[in-house]
Nanobody, 124 residues
Framework: QVQLVESGGGLVQAGGSLTLSCAAS????????VAWFRQTPGNKREFVAA????????YFSDFVNGRFTISKDNAKNTVYLRMISLQPEDTAVYYC?????????????????WGQGTQVTVSS
C-alpha cells in the first residue's frame, strides 16, 4: 500500500523558516516526480513546487520568489520543501504528491498519490 506522509508543519512567525518532509512507503521516489501543493479554506489547491523524478530540475510558482527549495533524498525515500522568509499568506495546508516518472508538472491531475497534508501557520 502506497503512503505519502508529510511532516514538519507548525506555527512560525513571519520571516521564519520551516522544512517540510514527505516520506514515502510502498513506492520508490527514485522513479517518482514529487510536487508540493497548498490549500487554504474555501480555495482550490495551488501548486507550490515540483522536482523531476531524476532530480535534475525543479519548478516553483511565481509567488515562491526564491524563498523555497525542493530536494530529494532517495536513500531515505523522502522529499523536502525548505521554506524561508515565510509570510502570513503562506499559511495553508501543504500536501505532497507523487507522479510516476513525473517531470515536474504543476497540474494536480498528473499526480497519482497524495499525502494527508501538514498545516503551516505563519503569524504576523
Amino acid at each position: 500500500q502506497v503512503q505519502l506522509v508529510e511532516s514538519g508543519g507548525g506555527l512560525v512567525q513571519a520571516g521564519g523558516s520551516l522544512t517540510l518532509s514527505c516520506a514515502a512507503s510502498g513506492l520508490s521516489f527514485m522513479t517518482y516526480g514529487v510536487a508540493w501543493f497548498r490549500q487554504t479554506p474555501g480555495n482550490k489547491r495551488e501548486f507550490v513546487a515540483a522536482i523531476r523524478w531524476d532530480a535534475t530540475t525543479s519548478y516553483f510558482s511565481d509567488f515562491v520568489n526564491g524563498r523555497f527549495t525542493i530536494s530529494k533524498d532517495n536513500a531515505k525515500n523522502t522529499v523536502y520543501l525548505r521554506m524561508i522568509s515565510l509570510q502570513p499568506e503562506d499559511t495553508a495546508v501543504y500536501y505532497c504528491a507523487g507522479h510516476y516518472y513525473g517531470v515536474g508538472s504543476s497540474a494536480e491531475y498528473d499526480y497519482n498519490y497524495w499525502g494527508q497534508g501538514t498545516q503551516v501557520t505563519v503569524s504576523s
